[in-house]
């Protein structure tokens, strides 16, 4: 059961366009989630996060917004450098687990040529 | 600050042998969790610990696998006896707190001859 979903496998954009990334979920009760940059043969990189009591978060370059009623999160980037390239995970968790284990996406590859 | 730790970074086993996987968590950070990574797949939770506990391990396998996270010293992602579908990437992660961002080591990718 996926409970988050990066649909896309595979993104491409042109330097200094937008870049957005969606995520989906499916369990109501996630109310945290985050955004990770990955480079092969590296670890994750923390790159944002939103609380469920947001609907937009913005650091720089980087936006995410929630939309709590289709269940949906997407990740904007303004303007997109050839540096972003990387596999971007969608992770969410839920308070109420008091655990706080990350349930991530598939990832989606993005591409951005200079 | 040092970051999460890992190592080691690289590790071969063949068939039935043990892997030792272990991870130091970043300074002041008591919170340790492991993700393994499945070939073109998503990170997927395996285990949480705190310092001497294991809190959840509902993503660990039921057998082979085990984990403990010591009052000193790295905490250590065991698997007994591998098989060739245990070759993925490991990651740890930790945090402050269960409400605080995840921060993860570069991973030990463990091939199974």
């Known amino acids: 059961d996926q409970q988050v979903k990066q649909n896309s496998p595979s993104l491409s954009v042109q330097e200094g366009r937008i870049s957005i990334l969606n995520c989906d979920y499916t369990n109501s009760m996630f109310d945290y989630f985050l955004w990770y940059k990955k480079y092969p043969a590296e670890g994750p990189t923390f790159l944002i996060s939103i609380s469920s009591i947001k609907d937009k978060n913005e650091d720089g370059r980087f936006t995410v917004f929630l939309n709590k009623s289709a269940k949906h999160l997407s990740l904007h980037i303004v303007p997109s450098q050839p540096g972003d390239s990387a596999v971007y995970f969608c992770?969410?968790?839920?308070?109420?687990?008091?655990?706080?284990?990350?349930?991530f996406g598939q990832g989606t590859t993005l591409q951005v040529k200079p | 600050n040092a970051g999460v730790m890992q190592n080691p970074r690289h590790l071969v086993r063949r068939r039935g042998q043990e892997a030792r996987l272990r991870c130091s968590p970043m300074?002041?950070?008591?919170?340790v969790y492991w993700y393994r990574q499945l070939p073109e797949e998503g990170l997927k939770f395996m285990v949480y610990l705190q310092k001497e506990n294991i809190i959840d391990e509902s993503g660990m396998p039921k057998e082979r696998f085990s984990a403990e996270f010591p009052k000193e010293g790295p905490s250590i992602l065991r698997i007994q006896q591998v098989v060739r579908g245990d070759s993925a990437a490991y990651f740890c992660a930790s945090s402050p707190s269960t409400q605080e961002t995840q921060y993860f080591g570069p991973g030990t990718r463990l091939l199974v001859l």
């Open positions: 992770a969410a968790s839920a308070g109420s687990s008091n655990t706080g284990k990350l349930i």
């Open positions: 300074k002041g950070h008591s919170h």
